[in-house]
């Protein structure tokens, strides 16, 4: 854990190393990655065959490729009730989220008499790519498969891996409650390959979207493009920023929410109460030993964890936007004055009641977030992601009048003689 | 020029063709991309004067590297007027079409008495590419420019070739115009790098748009996740449709139009009238003779021009969403009828008196679209991809009991201890 103040000297140095800190993958798995992707491309679902069995150690029967909507519905049937209740609350909060969010078509006549407008549609169909193991969570499930579906999207479908053939229950059962329409047990570059080109097997989609590993990332990243991507994805984070009448083992939970997903996740106290401050450091450590993820908690605190003592609370939204972190707390009284000068964000959690988990589960907005400072530039998930805008334009016999003699002069500007001809026909010139 | 009749056998098959049909440059310039931004990240200013010496013939001085506004503003000044007035009127109607495009911002407490929103903010910094030589249009230039700047970006950054040191006034006018902050000659992969990562003399940007050869568009593929980028840019296309009233060397010229653009741009024209259809092929000759672009607009026409003829125009729209064009004229009376229809494009253009190049300059809505399919799943440039959005959620002492413990139930079914810790001990767990 590293601890800075900004009344030191140097302190603009240290800061300014945190922020370049690239904690993601260097992994060099661009040249494999460009592999398996042209051989899925080539060879199908026979390359796809070969990868799973190497990879997931696994290579299901001829029919058992897709996971039947059955099997799902069964696991969702099968989950005890208080679980099930929270999966629904969560899906109807995040249904009711990204319903508003929808976006609304335009259609009007300007003062010219040209008509203009643009009209939103769905993409034809998304794939969501559900990591196996340790990080198939079934709340990333509803949190990618829930705004599709609102989006209009008539095929959704899901791949997993399955590691010597076993499927996760939860991740079914959350298809199940999503709506899903396909899913399909295979995983890593070789999925998102047949996902942006298609099989026999699998019909290719228009947008994938989804976490996974350094492939996947890679994946998708080298198919943005041949098809739309969400984003590119990086370990967590985490920025607290708490004045000295929060509870210490309040802020440390907080803090180890994110520490826990992964060692290279980063949480951040930004604080102007040195002695709270301590408080927090201790109970971080008086926390990680209850935690069954103590040892990636601990890795990450120990690796990426900063606590960062400034004289004044208003120093904090300089130092946050500089951050651009994916999640930010503030645990004052007046969350707000803060939050008005915050730029660069993914979520911002607003007063002492509001520990990050909330959002990732059950308030509604996505959590699907911008990593990496990528907030400086880039937004959650949403609706959005899964549906694109045709612009539209009507000239009348009476409007061309008003713009066409313009056009044709910028078009012969350019050099471009059938561009002006184009116009200057319907002119009668 | 390809023909095809929707009634012939083996149409399907001839069609799969044409929609599969790969434009786009496979130049290998992805490994050589790759040596000079990590160069430009390393040696920064250096490097750049390295590669702009060898690129552009042309090594500026060193207080030459950036031009200055007084020189943008001479540059617009020396118009002559009626180009100055198109110009403007370009200018004027872009921005009135994109200050309607600005989003909402959301805030609002649900039923369950828990505060949730969403803010949208610019990004701090936009970086635009303009491309050198022939293809440097100042139309482009507004089309990039006025959208970040209604999106409330603060900095705007134009990089553009100067060939033997050679500038176009007529981008600098248009920079002017539209009010970009600072003009460097500089261009290829290692501006877009230098735009990314920044150096001594650049600062860096959060976004990155704006047309190029295929090593920019290589590099801003290669830096996406850096920054936020526009989208992969394609040849042009254009899909026409029209039935047997139309005058044919409308037609002709509209096709053209797209054609003049680059041996590599697509013009399609579907049609219910077969002699109608060889009407506008010969005008296409005709009219090809005339242009002074004739030499490119022939080799796109003669490669990948297409004309298919269909029984009905009521087949129109399932072609028209298979090839997902960029452009698509429908010139009947009703065009309302088809375009309710087409799903997959990027900008529609209505009616006979509406040819596409109107779209281009004048009309509005922006000229950059997606190419190349990507329709499907990508949309025309818009303030949106300058800005960005916050999500904000605040629980309160009364409503944390509505959702935490749903919260707690999936966190320990996702076997993440902390993050229901952080909420139960809120709940007085």
Redesign the interface.
Known sequence: MLKLRTSDAGFDKAFARLVKDRRESDENVARDVQTIIDDVRLRGDEALAEYTERFDQHLPAEDDWRIPAEACREAFDGLKP??R???E??AQ?IR??HE??LPED?DYT?A?G???G?RW?A??GAGLYVPGG?AA???SLLMNAIPAKVAGVERLVVVTPTPKGLVNP?VLAAAHLAGVDEVWRVGGAQAVAALAYGTKRIKPV??ITGPGNAWVAEAK?QL??V??ID??AGPSEILVIADGKN?P??IA??L??Q???DPSAQAILITDDEGFADQVADMVGV?IA????AKV?KASWDAHGTIIVVNSLDEAPALANALAAEHVEIATDS?ERL?DK??????????R??????????????HV??T?R???????L?V?DFM??????????A??SA?????V???E???????????A??LGQ
């Open positions: 208080d679980l209740a929270a999966l609350l969560a909060r009711a989220y508003a969010q335009r300007d010219a040209i008509r203009l643009a549609t993409v034809d340790r969570y079934p709340s939860l228009d947008v990243r943005f493009g098809v739309g984003m590119v509870d083992q309040w939970a907080d180890l929410s520490a826990e997903h926390e209850l935690l069954p993820t908690a969350p939050f915050i730029r660069h964000a993914g979520s911002v959690f607003l007063g009641m509001t520990p990050e988990a909330i959002g990732d589960y059950v308030a509604g907005p996505n977030l911008p990496g990528r907030a400086r530039f880039s937004s959650g949403s959005l694109k805008r045709t612009s539209f334009i009507a000239v009348s016999d409007s061309i713009v066409g003699p313009a056009a002069e910028l078009a500007a350019e050099g471009l003689a059938a561009h002006a001809r184009s116009i026909l319907r």
